[in-house]
């Protein structure tokens, strides 16, 4: 495609329930990246791959929370045991050098969290 | 730690008029500079960088970034706004060590009055 795409858009989850977010990010750009924007604030940084390699994951603000890129294309974000402070947009990005700052961001996953 | 300060949470202006957005950071050593720009249901979309030793740099859409290395800000310009400016504008950062991780300030939200 022509951008990032992310999906769902829009995703509810009972709290204690697992929930997965998926990122397609453009072809062939080796930098993929994580972000958590609460409302009114910025986005704050989850993690970060270069292909399939996780190398920052610093961000992830507990261990129910879990990223993959298996293959250096698509990511999943994955989210155990929802609570509602996960409650959140996720927006994923990606660019293609690594660590090319000029980020390409996805219009974001609304995760509420009941 | 970084952080990153964005004067006013929302910026309105008539249409021609100046736009200035300012954004403050805390770091002792000169951080890489950004300003993203989200419109109404879209992904962020990198708008301009600052590069070391320029003081003035150009960006799309007739925006220009102004740094203040003395005053540890960098402030988001354009002479006269137009009514597709109307959008949320948010400044980041990020240190020479981990360049890939963006910080970013809260977002200002233009308004652009006809």
């Known amino acids: 495609g022509a951008g990032v795409s992310q999906s769902p858009r829009y995703k509810v989850a009972k709290r204690g329930r697992d929930v997965a977010l998926r990122c397609d990010p453009i072809?062939?750009?080796?930098?993929l990246f994580w972000y958590q924007q609460a409302l009114g604030q910025g986005p704050e940084f989850l993690t970060y791959?270069?292909?399939?390699?996780?190398?920052?994951k610093s961000g992830l603000p507990s261990d129910r929370f879990f990223a993959e890129r298996p293959e250096g294309s698509v990511s999943t974000l994955k989210i155990q045991r929802t609570q509602q402070e996960d409650s959140a947009v996720y927006l994923c990005?990606?660019?293609?050098?690594?660590?090319?700052?000029?980020?390409?961001f996805g219009s974001g996953t609304q995760l509420s969290v009941l | 730690a970084q952080s990153v300060t964005q004067l006013g949470s929302h910026v309105s202006v008539s249409e021609g008029a100046l736009v200035l957005l300012r954004c403050n950071y805390s770091s002792s050593v000169p951080p890489y500079l950004f300003w993203y720009v989200q419109y109404p249901n879209q992904g962020l979309q990198f708008l301009l960088k600052?590069?070391?030793?320029?003081?003035l740099v150009k960006g799309i859409n007739g925006f220009e970034d102004e740094f203040k290395k003395s005053e540890t800000s960098f402030h988001l310009t354009k002479p006269s706004a137009h009514m597709s400016d109307a959008a949320e504008y948010f400044c980041?950062?990020?240190?020479?060590?981990?360049?890939?991780?963006?910080?970013f300030g809260s977002g200002t939200r233009l308004l652009v009055r006809p």
């Open positions: 791959f270069q292909n399939e390699a996780q190398l920052d």
């Open positions: 600052y590069t070391t030793g320029a003081t």
């Open positions: 072809s062939g750009h080796v930098s």
């Open positions: 990005a990606s660019s293609f050098r690594d660590r090319d700052e000029k980020l390409f």
């Open positions: 980041a950062v990020s240190l020479g060590d981990s360049s890939y991780k963006l910080i």
